[in-house]
């Protein structure tokens, strides 16, 4: 069973919009990171926040985490071309490591 | 490049068969990951071998079994091969054990059982 769930499901922007997603969990956790996905390859790690933060920066990137919600969003400002992939969240529930991914956004940026 | 680097690329192969997915961990990291993504299933994560032990598990069949052997390479064994199976399968290492190590994924391996 999955841990978090994406919202929306897929999300089709232009260059230099803004795209934001959101991911919302079920029981409590020690973090939550943002993985990137291009077509079926490798997950690449983006972000990681603390169960005790409520926002972080990296690059075009912001998190934010709101334990309260059991909630959390990615924006990516100015998109590219390149932004064009999957994006999935994960929990860590004071575990080892043993991540649980949402069934992850799909995100299209158009030129 | 993840520095993590996993065999074979594709493997296709028929219900009943065994085959053995290869993980070599980036440089230096002493936990490896394996996860299974389907289309119905999503992302799970499988299995995890922290410096040749077993360290957590997940929704692992129990035709699946993996080791880490002491050059901390690790492999996953799939026996008893159904339609169902058929999924990418991915390998992670991390430096240490807990989440707060970042993990880096390998490209994968696509496994279609026919």
């Known amino acids: 069973s999955q841990q978090g769930e994406e919202d929306p499901q897929a999300l089709s922007i232009q260059e230099g919009e803004n795209a934001t997603m959101n991911c919302s969990y079920k029981?409590?956790?020690?973090?939550l990171q943002w993985y990137r996905q291009n077509s079926g390859r490798g997950l690449v790690h983006l972000i990681l926040?603390?169960?005790?933060?409520r926002e972080k920066h990296s690059g075009r990137l912001r998190v934010t985490l709101d334990t309260s919600k059991k909630s959390s969003s990615l924006l990516i400002t100015a998109s590219r071309a390149a932004d064009t992939a999957s994006y999935f969240c994960a929990t860590d529930q004071r575990s080892w490591g043993k991540l649980q991914f949402g069934a992850g956004t799909q995100v299209v940026v158009t030129p | 490049d993840s520095g993590v680097t996993q065999t074979p690329k594709h493997l296709i192969t028929a219900t009943g068969q065994r085959v053995t997915l290869r993980c070599s961990p980036r440089?230096?990291?002493?936990?490896v990951y394996w996860y299974q993504q389907s289309l119905d299933q999503g992302l799970q994560f499988l299995i995890q071998?922290?410096?040749?032990?077993?360290?957590a598990k997940g929704n692992i069949l129990e035709r699946f079994s993996a080791q880490q052997f002491p050059d901390l390479h690790s492999e996953l064994n799939l026996s008893s091969l159904e339609l169902g199976d058929s999924a990418l399968y991915f390998c992670?290492?991390?430096?240490?054990?807990?989440?707060?190590?970042?993990?880096?994924f390998g490209p994968g391996t696509r496994l279609t059982v026919l």
């Open positions: 926040i603390r169960s005790n933060e």
């Open positions: 029981t409590s956790i020690n973090n």
């Open positions: 992670a290492s991390s430096a240490g054990t807990g989440s707060y190590n970042e993990q880096f």
């Open positions: 440089s230096g990291d002493l936990s």
């Open positions: 071998y922290y410096n040749g032990e077993e360290r």
